[in-house]
T-cell receptor, first 112, second 116 residues
Framework: AQSVTQLDSQVPVFEEAPVELRCNYS??????LFWYVQYPNQGLQLLLK??????LVKGINGFEAEFNKSQTSFHLRKPSVHISDTAEYFC??????????FGDGTTLTVKP | EAGVAQSPRYKIIEKRQSVAFWCNPI?????LYWYQQILGQGPKLLIQ????????DSQLPKDRFSAERLKGVDSTLKIQPAKLEDSAVYLC??????????????FGQGTRLTVV
């Protein structure tokens, strides 16, 4: 079985500040890792994914994440946030068998 | 490329009534998912189809929930009878069959169900 823990339920930051949203996972099998963003009243949109290869993954909107196998983490970062980044962010894992598990989300609020 | 289409966007029903949601996945996507997202939580997988066959329905409350995917394209999710705790957003997603297990899911906008 897999589980995903997003360590912060809410992260308030000021515009142009850096941000890190933390995600730890647990799994008995190899998994692929994803970050999704959800704007109000919208579905989820993929930000980035780690399938294999380089542990530093770059995604859309200036976000990046680093896969750390020893710490079973996949933290999301952005060096300078904008007001428009205010949204809910979800970390997810996917097994080779196609089973997906999502975290409970982190609400990022960017203040002017 | 058209995205995942869901309808209706919003639905309000009384407890013990029945309700159905519809999903049209991205053309050519063999894998279709239904998720339940309760307020303040992440999406929870209810059922996963590969073409018109069920791959995983271990978390589907089968006494009241049912889903079908006739002809391996559109899908409907039904709740009968609804309970107050079924109030949630129901998300449909699809993914490409050629990279099964290694590709992201594409999500629809969801149906927000309120049971009163």
């Amino acid at each position: 079985a897999q589980s995903v823990t997003q360590l912060d339920s809410q992260v308030p930051v000021f515009e142009e500040a850096p941000v890190e949203l933390r995600c730890n996972y647990s799994s008995s099998v190899s998994v692929y890792l994803f970050w999704y963003v959800q704007y109000p009243n919208q579905g989820l949109q993929l930000l980035l994914k780690y399938l294999s290869g380089s542990t530093l993954v770059k995604g859309i909107n200036g976000f990046e994440a680093e896969f750390n196998k020893s710490q079973t983490s996949f933290h999301l970062r952005k060096p300078s946030v904008h007001i428009s980044d205010t949204a809910e962010y979800f970390c997810a894992v996917l097994t080779n068998a196609g089973k997906s598990t999502f975290g409970d989300g982190t609400t990022l609020t960017v203040k002017p | 490329e058209a995205g995942v289409a869901q309808s209706p966007r919003y639905k309000i029903i009384e407890k013990r009534q029945s309700v159905a949601f519809w999903c049209n996945p991205i053309s050519g996507h063999a894998t279709l998912y239904w998720y339940q997202q309760i307020l303040g939580q992440g999406p929870k997988l209810l059922i996963q189809f590969q073409n018109n066959g069920v791959v995983d329905d271990s978390q589907l409350p089968k006494d009241r929930f049912s889903a079908e995917r006739l002809k391996g394209v559109d899908s409907t999710l039904k709740i009968q009878p609804a309970k107050l705790e079924d109030s949630a957003v129901y998300l449909c997603a699809s993914s490409s069959p050629s990279l099964r297990g290694k590709t992201e899911a594409f999500f629809g906008q969801g149906t927000r169900l309120t049971v009163v």
